[in-house]
């Protein structure tokens, strides 16, 4: 599967760095504390503020990836896979790019993120750097180019256009001979055309599976992508500016905060990649709707249940993280008809369930560290959400849920966590109350409450 990659010499200069020194700090300095993070790891950290792009992201909350390419047409190929594929199989007659995204509208998602480039180095669009691509590809005669479809798509329909690409690429000889010059010329040069002929992108996912040992020249990338890009957000590795949360089960853990100070890079490889500065990375939680990423058609039993989509919602945009649903497109190029309808009506059940909030942050009153509901009018509950204001960073490290009980207006704790960070959701069985106390118990400066819904 090793292919000859058309070369073109760079003019950019050669610098000798270390490259986890080039990770650059988000944020201004404020107060130094002592926190918990996922998995009871303590760890130290100043206290940060995201970016106006960061916070951007964090309120999209549920996107679509799509992984879709010369795979696509491999039935049970997997990931590194040695077999041979021929840009001669890529033929997508029906690709449909507008059904994908206006399905991704329709579900309430905010952003939709592509395979550009998978680890097979199969390109999405027509590289002048390779042989291996669409262009060499019966698909419109080797004029197509799904890259540019996809971009279009999401324009027509408001959804923000992420491109995934894989720095491991198993196509590219120099990368398996080592030669990381070579390859690096190929990156920038494939980077360039991918953030420099397609307007605003707004998401470049990288994937770390099959880099671990590969020494890239990420100062020199980087500085070509925020030249080409200064308001991209990159995913996870190089020069980050959200995190993966570690998994591909759409899980996070409780207390996920937005300051970490190492990001988990691979599921085939254990080890983290130490920050040499705590940094705000909010999270990210990637799952499938199959069992597979890429199309299958031996896996449509896989397709999972409402029930078990909701779950994921709530352990992942309910615990502070953005969601990015996966389905693969099929080989017509249409998203299969039964993914489709299951998201549709994951979509319908999230609007169901959080569209008519019976109370709103306009019927709490703040008293110092309080926000106190009380009606002599009970009212059954049994979902309350709470967003923290995070333009001043995370404050709120310590909370408190208490309901006022029907009767006796007794206090009771219901739920006690962490932090807050952009939006935590607390199911509880369905109780009557006269009031509820959200206390903040320990914080840091002056925290906000953005917003609050009960249900």
């Given at each position: 599967?090793?292919?000859?990659?058309?070369?073109?010499?760079?003019?950019?200069?050669?610098?000798?760095?270390?490259?986890?020194?080039?990770?650059?700090?988000?944020?201004?300095?404020?107060?130094?504390?002592?926190?918990?993070?996922?998995?009871?790891?303590?760890?130290?950290?100043?206290?940060?503020?995201?970016?106006?792009?960061?916070?951007?992201?964090?309120?999209?909350?549920?996107?679509l990836f799509i992984?879709?390419?010369?795979?696509?047409?491999?039935?049970?190929?997997?990931?590194?896979?040695?077999?041979?594929?021929?840009?001669?199989?890529?033929?997508?007659?029906?690709?449909?790019?507008?059904?994908?995204?206006?399905?991704?509208?329709?579900?309430?998602?905010?952003?939709?993120?592509?395979?550009?480039?998978?680890?097979?180095?199969?390109?999405?669009?027509?590289?002048?750097?390779?042989?291996?691509?669409?262009?060499?590809?019966?698909?419109?005669?080797?004029?197509?180019?799904?890259?540019?479809?996809?971009?279009?798509?999401?324009?027509?329909?408001?959804?923000?256009?992420?491109?995934?690409?894989?720095?491991?690429?198993?196509?590219?000889?120099?990368?398996?001979?080592?030669?990381?010059?070579?390859?690096?010329?190929?990156?920038?040069?494939?980077?360039?055309?991918?953030?420099g002929n397609y307007?605003?992108?707004?998401?470049?996912?990288?994937?770390?599976?099959?880099?671990?040992?590969?020494?890239?020249?990420?100062?020199?990338?980087?500085?070509?992508?925020?030249?080409?890009?200064?308001?991209?957000?990159?995913?996870?590795?190089?020069?980050?500016?959200?995190?993966?949360?570690?998994?591909?089960?759409?899980?996070?853990?409780?207390?996920?905060?937005?300051?970490?100070?190492?990001?988990?890079?691979?599921?085939?490889?254990?080890?983290?990649?130490?920050?040499?500065?705590?940094?705000?990375?909010?999270?990210?939680?990637?799952?499938?709707?199959?069992?597979?990423?890429?199309?299958?058609?031996?896996?449509?039993?896989?397709?999972?249940?409402?029930?078990?989509?909701?779950?994921?919602?709530?352990?992942?945009?309910?615990?502070?993280?953005?969601?990015?649903?996966?389905?693969?497109?099929?080989?017509?190029?249409?998203?299969?008809?039964?993914?489709?309808?299951?998201?549709?009506?994951?979509?319908?059940?999230?609007?169901?369930?959080?569209?008519?909030?019976?109370?709103?942050?306009?019927?709490?009153?703040?008293?110092?560290?309080?926000?106190?509901?009380?009606?002599?009018?009970?009212?059954?509950?049994?979902?309350?959400?709470?967003?923290?204001?995070?333009?001043?960073?995370?404050?709120?490290?310590?909370?408190?849920?208490?309901?006022?009980?029907?009767?006796?207006?007794?206090?009771?704790l219901i739920h006690?966590?962490?932090?807050?960070?952009?939006?935590?959701?607390?199911?509880?069985?369905?109780?009557?109350?006269?009031?509820?106390?959200?206390?903040?118990?320990?914080?840091?400066?002056?925290?906000?409450?953005?917003?609050?819904?009960?249900?």
């Amino acid at each position: 599967m090793r292919r000859k990659i058309k070369s073109e010499s760079n003019t950019l200069q050669q610098k000798s760095f270390n490259n986890d020194l080039y990770l650059s700090l988000y944020g201004t300095l404020n107060t130094f504390i002592i926190l918990y993070n996922e998995g009871s790891e303590r760890i130290e950290m100043n206290q940060l503020k995201p970016t106006e792009k960061q916070l951007a992201f964090q309120s999209w909350e549920f996107g679509l990836f799509i992984h879709f390419g010369l795979r696509t047409f491999y039935e049970g190929y997997v990931d590194f896979d040695k077999r041979d594929m021929s840009p001669e199989k890529f033929n997508p007659n029906q690709l449909n790019c507008e059904q994908w995204i206006e399905t991704a509208k329709k579900a309430g998602m905010k952003y939709a993120v592509l395979t550009a480039k998978h680890h097979d180095g199969f390109s999405n669009w027509p590289s002048d750097y390779t042989d291996f691509s669409v262009a060499d590809s019966p698909w419109k005669n080797g004029q197509g180019d799904v890259i540019a479809d996809f971009v279009d798509a999401c324009r027509k329909y408001d959804i923000k256009p992420g491109l995934y690409y894989s720095p491991y690429d198993g196509a590219a000889d120099f990368y398996e001979d080592k030669d990381s010059k070579a390859y690096d010329d190929y990156f920038v040069n494939q980077i360039t055309e991918l953030l420099g002929n397609y307007g605003e992108i707004d998401i470049l996912w990288f994937d770390g599976a099959g880099s671990a040992g590969h020494e890239y020249d990420w100062p020199r990338i980087v500085k070509q992508i925020r030249t080409l890009q200064p308001n991209i957000l990159i995913f996870n590795m190089a020069d980050p500016d959200f995190r993966w949360i570690g998994n591909e089960d759409g899980i996070a853990p409780i207390s996920s905060f937005n300051v970490v100070n190492h990001v988990e890079v691979s599921i085939y490889d254990k080890e983290t990649t130490t920050l040499t500065e705590s940094r705000w990375l909010p999270a990210e939680c990637d799952v499938q709707m199959r069992s597979n990423w890429f199309y299958s058609d031996q896996d449509e039993d896989t397709i999972k249940s409402l029930k078990e989509l909701m779950g994921i919602y709530y352990h992942s945009v309910g615990r502070g993280t953005n969601l990015l649903l996966n389905i693969g497109p099929n080989r017509e190029g249409v998203l299969p008809a039964k993914d489709t309808e299951r998201l549709l009506e994951f979509g319908e059940e999230i609007r169901k369930q959080f569209d008519h909030p019976i109370l709103s942050e306009k019927n709490f009153k703040r008293q110092d560290d309080k926000w106190i509901y009380q009606t002599n009018n009970p009212k059954f509950i049994e979902r309350i959400v709470i967003q923290e204001d995070l333009t001043e960073g995370e404050n709120i490290i310590h909370f408190k849920v208490n309901i006022i009980t029907a009767k006796t207006r007794h206090h009771v704790l219901i739920h006690e966590g962490r932090n807050i960070g952009n939006k935590i959701i607390i199911p509880i069985p369905p109780v009557k109350v006269s009031g509820l106390v959200i206390e903040v118990v320990e914080r840091i400066g002056h925290p906000q409450i953005h917003k609050i819904a009960v249900y």
